[in-house]
């Protein structure tokens, strides 16, 4: 993979804030993150870098999102 990108672009992939409130822990959407994927590698996209991160939601819940960043 060539890593002389020309441009980039930043997704953030965040799971339900209902969820979170409602089962205080759930997944991040798999199938989001699936098409997601999916529709950028068709576009000619790379993923250069992905991370996890948590994000607090009101004062007693996490909110977990997948931040990737693509290049091209």
Known sequence: MDSNFKEYKVVRISESG???IFFGSANLPLKKIEK???DAAKEGWH?????VENKRTLLLWSRESL???FGR
């Open 18 to 20: 209902c969820s979170a």
């Open 36 to 38: 997601t994927l999916n």
């Open 47 to 51: 993923v250069v870098f992905q991370v």
């Open 67 to 69: 931040v990737v960043t």
